[in-house]
């Protein structure tokens, strides 16, 4: 693997942490400001736990996808590092 394609990879992998972290806080931010409109209108039925529950789903999946199931592993990509090189050494 050159250094361009290890680049792209690794800002692929820096973007989609980014994205994640966009994502989180956001998810904080919003629901903060619809517990206290809840909290504050009306004590009564706590609406916003379904918001929280739906969209807090969304964050956990976008989580997993992001850290757990990247893609690639690191398994596979040694494997396509070994036939790389196994393609680079037949050539010489």
């Known amino acids: 693997m ?5 680049y792209q990879r690794a800002k692929k992998r820096v973007t989609a942490k980014v994205g994640f972290y966009r994502h989180l ?3 904080i931010a919003v629901n ?4 206290i409109i809840n909290v504050s209108t009306s004590t009564e039925y706590l609406w916003f736990i379904w918001p929280l529950m739906g ?19 690191g398994a596979t990509e040694r494997m ?7 393609g680079a050494a037949k050539q010489q």
């Open 80 to 86: 396509i590092e070994k036939e790389m090189e196994r």
């Open 55 to 73: 969209w807090g789903l969304a964050v956990v999946l976008h989580a997993l996808r992001v850290f757990a199931f990247s893609g690639e592993s």
């Open 25 to 27: 806080t956001i998810y």
């Open 2 to 6: 050159n250094n361009q394609e290890a």
């Open 32 to 35: 903060i400001l619809l517990i």
